[in-house]
């Protein structure tokens, strides 16, 4: 990846389900395992792949449906209970930074970048997946549903990752994969860069990101183009 621009007093923030990382393996593997537990057939990746970005409860609620199972708030809630706790104890078996990620990171951090993550995954479980990865040491700050007050899409949440980073809003970065991320950055103020590659069912070329990218291969120029903007 081409060096360029000195990148110090900007600050990146990643998404990070469908963005920094393919979770969508272990995702489905905690559905599935609630799933087994009502008797269910398990669910394939497609099945529930668009409602990663929605939370474990809606993957959950879409794995049961695809059986024409409902359940009562109060069960949902025991199973949601079911789901975190598997989840945690295996939340990087599949697991996975998109290809391209390590040589982005290096290249960020060579020129000077601070990064950070703002994700509606909780804190915990985003914090445990990082540092399983050994990724989390990239990062100045890790933020998650349930750091601050508000969450994706109010663009506080952005902000405020930013704020906590030791950054400027002006000299910011937004990456994502979905409309939530694209409208927390614009309403934010600040611009997006959007993966094709990620879990939102709408392509994200029709949300209209600042820019589209295919691959990680893509970032540096990407990001040296909004930049200039």
């Known amino acids: ?41 398990p669910v394939g990746l497609t099945e529930i792949h668009p409602l990663i970005g929605h939370g474990s409860k809606a993957m959950i609620e879409a794995g049961l449906r695809v059986h024409g199972a409902d359940v009562e708030e109060a069960e949902l809630s025991r199973l949601h209970d079911m789901f975190l706790t598997f989840y945690a104890a295996n939340v990087a078996v599949g697991s996975r930074p998109f290809e391209g990620i390590p040589e982005v990171i290096e290249v960020l951090e060579r020129r000077g970048a601070t990064l950070a993550v703002c994700t509606n995954k909780a804190e915990r479980l985003s914090k445990l997946l990082l540092q399983t990865l050994r990724l989390d040491r990239h990062f100045a700050v890790i933020a998650g549903r349930d750091t601050f007050d508000v969450s994706k899409p109010d663009p506080g949440h952005l902000t405020k990752t ?68």
């Open 162 to 229: 930013i704020a906590a980073a030791g950054g400027d809003p002006a000299s910011a970065v937004m990456v994502g994969d979905s409309d939530t991320d694209i409208s927390t950055a614009r309403n934010a103020g600040i611009p997006c860069i959007a993966v094709s590659f990620g879990y939102t069912p709408v392509p994200v070329r029709q949300l209209d990101p600042t820019i589209v990218i295919d691959h990680y291969r893509d970032f540096i120029p990407a990001l040296d183009l909004v930049l200039r903007r």
């Open 1 to 41: 990846m081409p060096a360029s621009q000195d990148l110090a007093g900007t600050t990146v923030v990643f998404d990070l389900d469908g963005t920094l990382i393919d979770t969508a393996p272990d995702l489905a593997a905690a559905t599935n395992h609630v799933l087994e537990h009502k008797g269910l057939r």
